[in-house]
């Protein structure tokens, strides 16, 4: 899962800064050496650090004087020579304190104005998410779901729950939470999930208070949005042409059936190979009937991905430009993980996006009459 956080994993801070005795400050306990740097830095417009101060453990402490703000900051320490990632918090104004663990900066916790301590449940949530993420993840490890679609449809039921569970949680905390920069923040990590259906992007996004539109991630999430459209549900599909395995020249509009599935996939990509059994069985079910798939591959090689086809039966169409995440078609669908799929009826026009196991059938019997 790729996450907001994950992308202030390398700061090089300069700076310095005095301390002073307000209630705008950050202080806290922290376990490292005596006369450690701490990098204090926040985000600019265009969404990258920005060098603030620098401050210097004392006795086990930091103190950090913190930006006025007529809104709310997103705040990010990196500490001297320490690679484990970051701590961010939102300051607003009041005095934030608490504990930070050098050696696992995961567990800091640190206690402000509301907005940080939403900031806080938000971690604490993800922490919790990813172990067991972990947990699940090693299950599709088993070498037998490869034979097993029942035991692989049963995992990938158990997948979808997870996401839905860590969806449905970050639309509470958005909804019950308009005018936080945190808001802001989990409706981008949505984004980078790819998890959710533009509209509903869209309206999460329009539910934001002014203020927390007008920062500069809430103009990103706009610009995203509106670059979207062009891919979204109720649009008509955006043709593209790429070569076959047999190296010939095949267009959407070729491959258009009464009803059409884009499969975005690739052969390392073990949720795609799960899915696919999921794929199959549908398409000897409905093919006759109408539906007709072609599969846009994100491999690097030729090999992996002829290999791939071969054994997992996928007899369907298949593009590849063979460009990895770089790949043109991808681009143009704005494809930012996969599995990813769009649905098409008769016309082109896309009519349901990222569906998986029975809602996708559920969704082509309902194109096709059935």
């Known amino acids: 899962m790729k996450k907001l956080f994950l992308l202030f994993t390398s700061l090089s801070l300069i700076a310095c800064g005095s301390q002073n005795n307000n209630d705008n400050a950050l202080m806290a306990s922290i376990d490292a050496k005596e006369g450690t740097a701490v990098y204090f830095s926040t985000l600019n417009e265009n969404g990258s650090p920005e060098p603030k101060d620098t401050v210097l453990v004392k006795d086990g402490e930091i103190y950090l004087p913190l930006p006025k703000t007529d809104y709310q900051g997103l705040g990010i320490l990196k500490l001297e020579n320490n690679a484990n990632g970051n701590v961010l918090f939102v300051y607003e104004n009041e005095k934030i304190e608490g504990e930070i663990h050098a050696d696992s900066l995961s567990k800091t916790d640190l206690k402000g104005g509301d907005n940080q301590d939403l900031l806080q449940e938000y971690m604490h949530f993800l922490n919790k998410q990813q172990k067991a993420g972990k947990a699940l993840s090693e299950k599709f490890r088993n070498p037998e779901l490869q034979e097993n679609p029942e035991l692989a449809s049963q995992l990938n039921q158990e997948r979808e729950a997870f996401i839905k569970k860590e969806n449905?949680?970050?639309?509470?905390?958005?909804?019950?939470?308009?005018?936080?920069?945190?808001?802001?923040?989990?409706?981008?990590?949505?984004?980078?999930?790819?998890?959710?259906?533009?509209?509903?992007?869209?309206?999460?996004?329009e539910s934001l208070s002014d203020k927390a539109q007008n920062t500069a991630a809430g103009k990103r999430i706009a610009t995203y949005?509106?670059?979207?459209?062009?891919?979204?549900?109720?649009?008509?599909?955006?043709?593209?042409?790429?070569?076959?395995?047999?190296?010939?020249?095949?267009?959407?509009?070729?491959?258009?059936?009464?009803?059409?599935?884009?499969?975005?996939?690739?052969?390392?990509?073990k949720p795609c190979r799960m899915e696919n059994p999921n794929v199959v069985k549908m398409y000897k079910k409905y093919h006759e009937k109408g539906l007709n798939i072609i599969g846009v591959s994100l491999d690097k090689t030729k090999d992996a991905w002829v290999k791939a086809i071969e054994d997992d039966q996928l007899d369907w169409y298949h593009v590849s430009n063979l460009k990895y995440w770089n790949d043109p078609i991808a681009k143009m669908y704005q494809v930012r993980s996969i599995p990813s799929t769009f649905l098409l009826d008769k016309n082109g026009k896309i009519?349901?996006?990222?569906?998986?196991?029975?809602?996708?059938?559920?969704k082509v019997a309902e194109l096709l009459g059935e």
Request: glycine share 4%; net charge negative; aromatic share 6%.
């Open 351 to 362: 009519v349901a996006k990222n569906l998986r196991g029975q809602a996708l059938e559920n």
């Open 225 to 269: 949005i509106k670059s979207n459209e062009a891919t979204s549900e109720g649009s008509m599909a955006p043709d593209f042409t790429a070569k076959t395995p047999d190296g010939e020249e095949l267009s959407l509009k070729d491959a258009m059936g009464e009803v059409t599935l884009i499969d975005f996939w690739a052969a390392w990509c």
């Open 168 to 205: 449905d949680f970050r639309k509470e905390l958005i909804q019950n939470n308009p005018n936080s920069l945190v808001a802001v923040m989990i409706l981008s990590d949505m984004l980078n999930m790819n998890s959710s259906s533009l509209p509903e992007i869209k309206n999460l996004y």
